[in-house]
C-alpha cells in the first residue's frame, strides 16, 4: 500500500492503481466516464477525470495516472473544474437530454456530474449540437440512440473483456462518430449476443437497449 494526500489528507491506495479508483475507493468523487471498473485500462477518452498534483504544470488524467508513494493531489481546483465543466457541457451539446423518458433517470453519470460541478444538464439551443442518426451496421438485436450516446465505449471494452474480441467498434470520426457493429458471421460456437448484453447492461446513458422483439435475427 503506499500512502499519498488528496485535498490535504492522507489516504492508504494499493500502489499501481490509478489515482482515480484510490480516490473513488476513498470516497472522494472526481467527474469521470470512460473509466470502467475491472475492465482493463481506461482510453482516458472523455478528459472529465483531471487532477492537479503537487510538481505536474498542468492537470492530468487521474484515470491513466498511477498512485505512487507520496503522491499530492488536488480535486477541486479552478483549473480542474474549469477543463471539467468544458468537457461537460461539450458532452452535453451531442446529447439529448430527455431525462423523463429516459431508463437511466437518477442513476446517470451525466445527472451526478451536471449537478456536481453545476453545469446545466439541459444546454441552451444555440449550444445544442443535432446529430445525424445513422444506426448500427448490424442493428437487428439492438437500437442505438446516437443523439444520446456520449462516445464513453464502454460498451466496445465490456464486450471486448467479455467475447475476447470485440464485436462493436466506433465508426466515422468527429461529430459523425457512432459505435457501429462488425459483421458476425465469424463468432465462435456458443457466442450469441442474445446471452451476453453487457453492452446493453453497460452503457451509462441507455443509448444502446435490447430489442427483444428481435427474435428471428440470425446472431
Ligand atoms: S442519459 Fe441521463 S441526462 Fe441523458 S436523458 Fe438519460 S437520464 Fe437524462
Ligand atoms: S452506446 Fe453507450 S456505452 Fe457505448 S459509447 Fe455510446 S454511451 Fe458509451
Ligand atoms: S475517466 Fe479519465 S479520461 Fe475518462
Known sequence: MARITVDGKIIEAQEGASV?????QNGIYIPHLCHLEGVGDPPASCRLCFVEINGKKKPVASCNTPVVEGLEIWTDGEAVRRLQRTGLRLLLSVHKVECKVCPSNRKCPLQDMARFLG????????QHIHRPRPRLADSGLFDYRPDRCVLCGQCIRVCEERNRLPLLTFAMRGFDTVVASFPREDLEPGMDCRLCL????????????FRPDRKDVPR
Open 20 to 24: 482515480l479508483q484510490a480516490c473513488l
Open 119 to 126: 453545469v446545466r444538464l439541459k444546454p441552451r439551443r444555440f
Open 198 to 209: 453487457a453492452c446493453v447492461d453497460t452503457c451509462p446513458v441507455s443509448a444502446l437497449s
